[in-house]
């Protein structure tokens, strides 16, 4: 489990004008569940933390805030 920054991941959401529980179906988990990850109120598993990444096009590093570059990282 992964406790990470939870203000990036609110912000990217609301920065693409979605709901909780828009990104909580694409990842297959409860509203309410996203919410607690979202809040910074259960870690998060890495799968989820993986998902996000993929859903918004960035990096896990960009999400977890060891940069502040949101660009994806490059395919070898």
């Known amino acids: 489990?992964?406790?990470?920054?939870?203000?990036?991941?609110?912000?990217?959401?609301?920065?693409?004008?979605?709901?909780?529980?828009q990104v909580a179906s694409y990842l297959h988990i409860s509203q309410r569940t996203y919410s607690y990850y979202?809040?910074?109120?259960?870690?998060?598993p890495l799968s989820i933390l993986v998902g996000l990444a993929d859903f918004y096009n960035t990096s896990t590093d960009y999400l977890l805030e060891r940069t502040n570059d949101p660009a994806p990282p490059r395919k070898r």
Do not use: V
């Not at 489990?1 to 529980?21: A, G, T």
């Not at 979202?38 to 998060?44: A, K, P, T, V």
């Open 1 to 21: 489990m992964i406790n990470i920054p939870y203000k990036r991941i609110r912000n990217l959401r609301e920065d693409n004008d979605l709901s909780q529980q």
């Open 38 to 44: 979202e809040n910074g109120e259960h870690n998060m």
